[in-house]
C-alpha cells in the first residue's frame, strides 16, 4: 500500500515534461520498448532470468509441457526452452547489430560518395546498386553465406552486405540535397577541403533518415538472420539461435506445439517492436 | 499367491475373449483378407528426392524405393530365412572354388521396352557392375568382388566368372544393386540416369512420368508374369499404380497419412510413434541388417589417429541414453558393428560399456590434460572435432548434439556442423574438417563389413589409395586383408569366423561407436495389405493391394 504514492512522487518530481512525453506516447510504442529492453536485458544478463543451461539438457527431462519448473517445458534433449531463447537473444541481436552496422557504415560510404562526387562515380556505383536491390535480399544473403561457410558472424555479415545498397540509395538521395544546400556552398566558399566539408556538415545532415531506416533494418535483420537459422545456414547447433529453435521445434509441432510457437512469439514481438520504434523514429525526426 | 493365481485366470480369461472377439471379426473380414483387390493407386510419401537411379547406387534409400518396384533380381532372397530362393534365374550351379556361376534364366521375361530378358542382356547388366565403365562413368559394384567377365553358354544361360573366389555374389545377385535393367538403358551414361523414365527395367511397375524432385507416377506392368517363385502371389501387381511425393517435412508426411491423403510414409520419426499407433495405424520398422548406425572415425586426422583416443571417445558415448532420450522399441541398442539380425553378428556389448572413467583415464594416458576452458588439450592444440549432420539418418542432427553433450563431460568439444550438401561431400572426404562421420549401410551378407570399411568400396575410414586423395598417411592393412579374406573365402562356416574376428577387430581399435541398430520405419494405413520389405527393409509393392 506504500508504493502507489511513491510512485505518483517520483512522476511529479522529475517535473510535467516527462510525464507528458510518457503520456503522448502511445501504448503501443511503449510496449515495444519494453519488449526490446526486456530482450536486450536477456542478452545482457540472462542469468538473471533463468538459471538451466541453454546448451546442456536432461534427457530424462525430455519433452516436457510447460510447468512452474520449466516455463516454456523442454526440448527433444531435455533443455530448457526458457532458457534456450534467453541466451540465444544475445546471438539475434548481436547478429542483427553487426548486420546494420554493416548495412548503414558500407552503404552510407558508397552514398556519400556517390552523392558528393557525382557524374560518371555516381552513374556506376548507382548502377551497381540497381543490381544490388534488383537480387531479392534472402537469395543475396544465401550467396554470400553460401561463399563464406555458415555461422553466426557469417550469418549477420551477409545479411548486412544485403542491406548495403539500401542505405546507399537513401544516403545518396540525401547528399545531393545537402550538398546543393547554401550553407555548404558556404563552407567550401570559406575554404574548407573538400573532405572536411563533407564530413562536418554534409554527412551528418543527410544521416537522419539513414538512422530511422537503421532501426526498421534491426527488425528484419533479426528477421533474416533467423531465416538463415531456421534453413540451417547460421550457428551451428547447440547454439540456441531463435531460427534454429523453430526449425528443430517444427518437428514437434503435433505433440509439442509450443516448442517452435515460442520462438516464433518471440521473434515476431521482436520484430513488430523495431518496427514500431523505427516509425516513431522517423516521425519524430523532421 | 491364490491372489497371483487368480489374476493369471482372470488375464486368461480375458485373453481368452480377446481372442474369440478377433477371431469373430476376422471371420467376418475373412472375405477380405482372402481375396486380395486388384486396383487403385497407392499414394507414397517418401522423405528425399531420388537421385541417381544406376542401380548399383540403389543402397540410398529413396532409389531403391523406386527401383524395387521397376526393377527384378537375378535371385530372391527370402527376408524371413535370408536364404537364396529362385526369380529371374530359376536355378544356377556353382563350381567349388566359387569362381564360376551359372544361371539358367526364366524363359519369356521381357524388359517394359520389349526386349527379351536373356542370357545376353544378363551378361550385359553384371559386366557393367561387375568392371564398371569409365566411358559412361559408371562405377564398380559394391557387391561383386573380384569380376573378371561373362560367358553366354546359350540364349537362356550365362556363366560368371571371377577371379579369385567371390562367395558373396550369389547374395550379391539378389540385393537392390543389381536390379536389371535393358540394354538400353546400359547404352546411356551415369549423367543421364538421374531421370527415372530413362530406368527400364523388367519390374511389376514401370516409371509412367515424373516431375523431378518433386513426384514419380508408376503404373503396374499388366503383362508381368515373373515374380520370386516362392511368394503365393503370381502374375500381375494388385496395385494399378503408385504415386511417390517427396514430402520432407516430417509433421506434413505424418499429418498426410493420418488424415488420408496418403497411404504409406517412409521415414517416421520415433517421437511420431506414439501418436500414429494411437490411431491404429501401422508401424513397419524392418531391420536393414547390415552395419550399425554409427560414428566413424578418420584416423588420417591427428586427433584421432591415436587409438586411446577413439576408445576413451567410445566409452563416453551413452548408447543407452540416446537410445532412451531419441528413439522407441524400433530402435535397438547397437551391441556389435553389425546389426544382431544381421549374418556373422557376434556380440561385443562388454567392450562398448559406457565408462567416462575409464575415457578419461585414457585420454590422459594419451598426454590430453584439461585446459583453462575445460576442453581437453595436447600441445596447444585442442581436442576439438566436427562432425557433419547426416540427412539420411534419423534424427541425426538431435543424436550428434546428444553426443556433443555426452563427449562435453570428459572435456572433448564436437560441433555439429550444416552446410549446403556439395560442400558437404567435398569436406568429406577430408579428415581435417571431418574426423568424425555418422554412417550406416544395409546388407544381409558379410560383404556388408567390406563395404562400408574397404577403401575400395565406402571407404569410411578414409584411408590412403581409397575414394579421397587428401589421405597422408592412415592405410590399415591388418583390416583391409581381414576384409578381403571375407570376400574370398569359399568355406562358409569360415566366412563367418572371419566376420566375427573383423567386428572384434574394429571394436578393438575403436574405429567405429556402434549407436543402434537401424531400422526403416514405414507407417501405413490400416486398409493397406500385404506391404512386404526385401532383406534390407526396402519396400516392395508387389503383393500389396488396398483394402477400402
Known amino acids: 500500500m506504500t508504493t502507489p504514492p511513491a510512485v505518483t512522487n517520483a512522476f511529479s518530481g522529475r517535473g510535467s515534461g516527462h510525464l507528458d512525453r510518457l503520456r503522448g506516447a502511445s501504448p503501443g510504442l511503449v510496449l515495444a520498448w519494453l519488449v526490446i529492453a526486456l530482450v536486450v536485458l536477456w542478452a545482457a544478463a540472462p542469468a538473471l532470468f533463468t538459471e538451466y543451461s541453454a546448451t546442456v539438457g536432461v534427457p530424462a527431462e525430455k519433452l516436457r509441457p510447460p510447468s512452474p519448473d520449466h516455463l516454456l517445458g523442454t526440448d527433444a534433449l531435455g533443455r530448457d526452452l526458457f532458457a534456450r531463447i534467453v541466451h540465444g537473444s544475445v546471438h539475434s541481436l548481436s547478429g542483427a547489430l553487426v548486420a546494420v552496422a554493416i548495412g548503414l557504415v558500407a552503404g552510407t560510404m558508397l552514398g556519400l560518395v556517390a552523392g558528393s562526387i557525382g557524374g560518371l562515380v555516381d552513374d556506376t556505383l548507382m548502377r551497381i546498386v540497381d543490381v544490388l536491390l534488383a537480387v531479392p535480399a534472402l537469395l543475396l544473403s544465401l550467396s554470400i553465406i553460401i561463399l563464406t561457410g555458415f555461422g553466426t558472424i557469417n550469418a549477420a555479415v551477409a545479411v548486412g552486405a544485403a542491406s548495403v545498397a539500401g542505405f546507399a540509395r537513401l544516403v545518396r538521395a540525401d547528399v545531393i540535397r545537402v550538398r546543393r544546400s547554401e550553407y555548404v556552398e558556404a563552407a567550401f566558399g570559406s575554404g574548407g577541403t573538400y573532405a572536411a566539408v563533407l564530413w562536418r556538415h554534409v554527412l551528418p545532415n543527410s544521416l537522419t533518415s539513414a538512422f530511422a531506416f537503421a532501426a526498421l533494418q534491426f527488425g528484419s535483420a533479426i528477421l533474416s538472420i533467423s531465416t538463415l537459422g531456421f534453413l540451417g545456414y547460421g550457428a551451428p547447433p547447440p547454439t540456441p539461435e531463435w531460427g534454429l529453435l523453430i526449425a528443430e521445434g517444427r518437428n514437434y509441432i503435433s505433440s509439442a506445439w509450443w516448442l517452435t510457437a515460442a520462438p516464433g512469439l518471440v521473434v515476431v514481438a521482436v520484430v513488430l517492436s523495431a518496427n514500431r520504434i523505427s516509425r516513431a523514429v522517423g516521425r519524430s525526426t523532421p | ?548
Do not use: C
Open chain 2, 1 to 548: 499367491m491364490s491372489g497371483t493365481s487368480s489374476f493369471a485366470t482372470r488375464r486368461s480369461l480375458l485373453v481368452a475373449g480377446l481372442y474369440a472377439l478377433s477371431l469373430a471379426s476376422l471371420a467376418m473380414a475373412a472375405p477380405a483378407l482372402a481375396q486380395p483387390v486388384t486396383g487403385g493407386t497407392l499414394i507414397y510419401l517418401e522423405q528425399q528426392a531420388h537421385t541417381n537411379l544406376y542401380p548399383t547406387a540403389g543402397g540410398f534409400y529413396p532409389n531403391s524405393g523406386i527401383l524395387n518396384q521397376i526393377t527384378d533380381k537375378l535371385t530372391y532372397q527370402n527376408p524371413q530365412t535370408l536364404e537364396i530362393e529362385p526369380w529371374i534365374a530359376t536355378s544356377w550351379t556353382v563350381n567349388d572354388t566359387l569362381t564360376e556361376y551359372t544361371f539358367k534364366i526364366r524363359p519369356g521375361v521381357t524388359f517394359s521396352d520389349g526386349t527379351p530378358l536373356d542370357a545376353r542382356a544378363v551378361a550385359r547388366n553384371f559386366d557393367t557392375y561387375g568392371r564398371g565403365d569409365k566411358s559412361r562413368k559408371f562405377p564398380v559394384s559394391e557387391v561383386i568382388n573380384n569380376y573378371d567377365h561373362s560367358e553366354i553358354i546359350d540364349d537362356l544361360t550365362v556363366k560368371f566368372v571371377f577371379k579369385r573366389p567371390s562367395p558373396g555374389f550369389l547374395q550379391g545377385t539378389a540385393v537392390i544393386g543389381s536390379g536389371l535393367v535393358s540394354p538400353a538403358t546400359l547404352d546411356r551414361s551415369f549423367d543421364e540416369l538421374g531421370d527415372a523414365t530413362k530406368i527400364i527395367g523388367s519390374g511389376p511397375f514401370v516409371v509412367e512420368r515424373e516431375t523431378l524432385g518433386k513426384e514419380l507416377k508408376l503404373k503396374a506392368r499388366t503383362d508381368y508374369n515373373w515374380g520370386p517363385a516362392r511368394l503365393a502371389h503370381q502374375g500381375r501387381a494388385y496395385l494399378d499404380g503408385i504415386t511417390f511425393i517427396v514430402t520432407p517435412e516430417d509433421s506434413v508426411r505424418i499429418g498426410a497419412l493420418l488424415s488420408g491423403q496418403a497411404d504409406v510414409i517412409r521415414q517416421i520419426q520415433a517421437y511420431d510413434e506414439p501418436q500414429v499407433e494411437a490411431q491404429s495405424f501401422l508401424i513397419y520398422a524392418p531391420s536393414t541388417r547390415g552395419v550399425n548406425n554409427a560414428l566413424v572415425f578418420r584416423p588420417d586426422n591427428p586427433l584421432v589417429a591415436d587409438a586411446r583416443v577413439r576408445k576413451a571417445l567410445l566409452h563416453a558415448t551413452n548408447t543407452q541414453e540416446i537410445v532412451d532420450t531419441l528413439f522407441s522399441r524400433h530402435y535397438p541398442k547397437a551391441t556389435s558393428v553389425i546389426a544382431s539380425s544381421a549374418v556373422g553378428y557376434e556380440d561385443q556389448s562388454a567392450r562398448l560399456a559406457y565408462d567416462p572413467q575409464r575415457s578419461k583415464k585414457l585420454l590422459a594416458e594419451a598426454g590430453w590434460q584439461p585446459g583453462h576452458d575445460g576442453i581437453l588439450a595436447r600441445d596447444g592444440v585442442k581436442l576439438e572435432l566436427s562432425i557433419y549432420e547426416s540427412l539420411p539418418q534419423p534424427q541425426s542432427k538431435a543424436m550428434l548434439q546428444l553426443v556433443a553433450q555426452q563427449w562435453a563431460q570428459i572435456g572433448v568439444r564436437l560441433n555439429v556442423l550444416n552446410a549446403d550438401s556439395g560442400s558437404i561431400a567435398v569436406d568429406l572426404l577430408d579428415p581435417l574438417k571431418t574426423p568424425v562421420a555418422h554412417t550406416m549401410v544395409g546388407r544381409a551378407d558379410p560383404d556388408v563389413i567390406k563395404s562400408n570399411f574397404h577403401p575400395a568400396n565406402r571407404d569410411v575410414l578414409r584411408q590412403k589409395g581409397g575414394l579421397s586423395d587428401k589421405i597422408k598417411s592412415f592405410v590399415d592393412e591388418a583390416l583391409n586383408g581381414r576384409l578381403e579374406a571375407i570376400a574370398a573365402e569359399t568355406d562358409p562356416e569360415k566366412r563367418l569366423a572371419l566376420t566375427r574376428e573383423v567386428q572384434a577387430y574394429i571394436i578393438d581399435q575403436a574405429y567405429q561407436i556402434p549407436i543402434f541398430e537401424e531400422p526403416q520405419a514405414f507407417a501405413a494405413a490400416p486398409h493397406v495389405k500385404g506391404l512386404a520389405f526385401d532383406a534390407v527393409a526396402r519396400p516392395s509393392f508387389y503383393s500389396t493391394w488396398l483394402d477400402k
